[in-house]
């Protein structure tokens, strides 16, 4: 049967509104558990080594108990939404505490601390969400990267936490305040530490050199989007006014098409491919929602010659085709309602694609989406059976009057997922973790298990490498072991 999105319970409706605030393959290796890894990958950028939460590994264990997998180890943090970094036997989470933002490193066997650098904060979010980074470190063999709230660019040395250079961006480029600080996390491109700094006039992009922080280009700003068609009837070209917030909270993501290197851009306003040696740039796409409290946050997808974008308030969704020249593109198809990502960026499978739509928690769904069409194939809260013998237990949980058991939040929300070993991973807002098998035909969830720790908002991205699931909260990191265990 056709999953479609299921009526919610009247009581937990009311509920949930009363309870809302608003790499490269490595050699196997020895763990501290009774197992080893499988063949695996490190997780050092955010959304791993294929951008967008693709992970190549596999022999992963596909019953959970209902406890959920064996945890590892967990270890105290502080706020934050970035996702943690994994390269080799280290795992780098950006947090913060008190008045400092904190970037650590612990070991991934064990989730000792092995160094700790941090530098003053005053960010305080306007919006009332946490105070924490936004941005997840960008690991490499020698060198962590970070991005703070603030725009303190930082680049540290990935053996000992010892600074090697760092730039106030707020301070270097003129700025304007946005919505929930700083949030699009840096990439690495040819030697070239690729940023969205958001610095007016057309400083949105900006390029340095990656072992000394120099800056090496500048791109993107009003001789991108001044007087560019709109297809608003209130203002049907854009003026620029000087104010605007350039960026949003999309990271960028370097690909090629057409045999050309690029990158793409999902800034405030739309679409922008630049050259990465000049900063020159290829083409633009407007793509913004008409209210001004607005963001775009999914990064762009790509898959062959085309790319998919999508944004919630009313923006949905388009399918574009890159020219060969890489010049221009032309759309697919475009459509307001049937995918509006908030913030997960939505993952594709052979001809289809897969991600969470709506604004807001209540009434946003998983959908299973026909790519050449942009057609709705399946929708689901995450939630398919009975909901009579479950009540509300707390913010985050449910009781359940068959089994006499406090069981996790029945839907999802807006969740993040990766893609591992066939089967998606969700995190809902909530804090329910589950496995699920999700095809054009049908949705099924496998196993779903609640952490104590992981609470809303959960919003965080799910890393995986060599086995290993590492969950963040605003107060813990977690490390669940998803390896099949050793025969004896």
């Known amino acids: 049967m056709t999953p479609h999105q299921l009526p919610l319970a009247t009581l937990l409706v009311v509920t949930l509104t009363s309870f809302s605030c608003a790499a490269e393959p490595q050699a196997e290796t020895k763990s501290s558990s009774n197992a080893t890894t499988t063949l695996g990958e490190d997780w050092p950028v955010f959304l791993g080594p294929s951008g967008i939460g693709l992970s190549s590994e596999t022999g992963l264990i596909k019953e959970w108990p209902a406890a959920g997998p064996p945890e590892l180890w967990q270890a105290e943090v502080g706020t934050g939404y970035s996702a943690p970094s994994v390269r080799g036997n280290r795992v780098v989470c950006h947090h913060r505490i008190g008045d400092e933002e904190i970037v650590q490193c612990f070991d991934v066997t064990n989730g000792k601390t092995l160094w700790k650098h941090s530098n003053p904060s005053q960010f305080s979010d306007p919006y009332g969400y946490n105070n924490g980074p936004r941005c997840s470190p960008l690991l490499t063999e020698t060198l962590c990267y970070t991005f703070g709230a603030e725009g303190r660019l930082l680049c540290l040395n990935l053996e000992d936490g010892k600074l090697i250079w760092e730039r106030k961006t707020h301070e270097d480029f003129n700025v304007p305040t946005a919505f ?4 699009a ?31 090496l280009w500048e791109s993107c700003g009003k001789e991108t989007w001044n007087g560019v068609a709109t297809g608003w009837r209130r203002q049907e070209n854009y003026e620029w006014t000087g104010e605007e ?4 909270y ?10 050309k290197r690029q990158i793409l851009c999902l800034l405030r306003h739309g679409l922008v491919s630049l050259d990465p040696e000049t900063g020159a740039e290829n083409f ?3 793509f913004r929602a008409q209210v001004h409290e607005s963001v775009n946050a999914a990064r762009p997808v790509v898959i062959g010659n085309r790319i998919l974008l999508t944004a919630a308030y009313q923006t949905g969704a388009a399918y574009l085709e890159v020219a060969e020249d890489s010049k221009s593109v032309k759309e697919i198809w475009r459509d307001t309602e049937n995918l509006l990502c908030h913030w997960s960026t939505p993952i594709p499978v052979g001809k289809y694609i897969y991600g969470f739509s709506g604004r807001h928690e209540n009434g946003s769904t998983l959908r299973c989406l026909e790519l050449e069409t942009g057609k709705v194939v399946w929708e689901t809260t995450g939630w398919e059976g009975p909901l009579d013998h479950l009540s509300p ?3 985050r949980s449910v009781k359940n009057s068959k089994t006499d058991t406090i069981d996790p939040w029945p839907y999802y929300g807006r969740g993040s997922s990766i893609w591992l070993d066939g089967q998606f991973l969700i995190i809902g807002e909530r804090g329910t973790v589950a496995l699920i098998e999700a095809t054009p035909d049908h949705f099924h969830e496998l196993n779903r298990f609640k952490p104590n720790q992981l609470n809303y908002p959960a919003w965080t991205a799910p890393v995986l490498s060599r086995g290993r699931l590492f969950l963040r909260s605003e107060t813990a990191l977690m490390c669940y072991d998803l390896r099949k265990p050793t025969k004896q």
């Open 284 to 286: 633009h796409y407007w």
């Open 245 to 248: 917030m350039i960026v949003s």
């Open 250 to 259: 999309s990271s960028p993501i370097a690909v090629t098409i057409h045999g």
């Open 185 to 215: 996390t840096p990439i690495l491109e040819d030697g070239k530490l690729i940023v969205l700094v958001g610095g007016q006039p057309n400083s949105g992009v900006v390029a340095f050199d990656a072992q000394s922080g120099k800056t």
């Open 180 to 183: 929930f600080g700083v949030g």
């Open 393 to 395: 237990a707390s913010s």
